[in-house]
Nanobody, 122 residues
Framework: QVQLVESGGGLVQPGGSLRLTCTAS????????MGWYRQAPGKQRELVII????????YGDSAKGRFTISRTNARKNTVFLQMNSLNPDDTGVYYC???????????????WGQGTQVTVSS
């Protein structure tokens, strides 16, 4: 089994910052793309930011200039989302996303975390 676990959500005031963490675990062969999506109340899930194993970052419109993404450790199975200058429009459930090749297989599948709530409010 492969699992993505997020942490770091919470309540923050407008203008503040949060750092989200997502760690992939389980029977993992390799991980290509890891990143974040979010879903605001009453809206569809949208891209926030993703990072490929080759180091290319793709930004959703909301992330440009305010959010950064990084992957660390030797296995590159942990991804961080640093969010700065948060505003109420950033409120929503943030989901970790990863394209993972399970160990012993050639198939790449997309996995999702359970989501972590981010609320920006004064």
């Amino acid at each position: 089994q492969v699992q993505l676990v997020e942490s770091g959500g919470g309540l923050v005031q407008p203008g503040g910052s949060l750092r989200l963490t997502c760690t992939a675990s389980g029977s993992i062969g390799s991980i290509s793309t890891m990143g974040w999506y979010r879903q605001a109340p009453g809206k569809q899930r949208e891209l926030v930011i993703i990072l490929t194993s080759g180091g290319i970052t793709n930004y959703g419109d909301s992330a440009k200039g305010r959010f950064t993404i990084s992957r660390t450790n030797a296995r590159k199975n942990t991804v961080f989302l640093q969010m700065n200058s948060l505003n109420p429009d950033d409120t929503g459930v943030y989901y970790c996303n990863a394209d993972i090749q399970k160990a012993g297989t050639d198939r790449i599948q997309t996995y999702w975390g359970q989501g972590t709530q981010v609320t920006v409010s004064s």
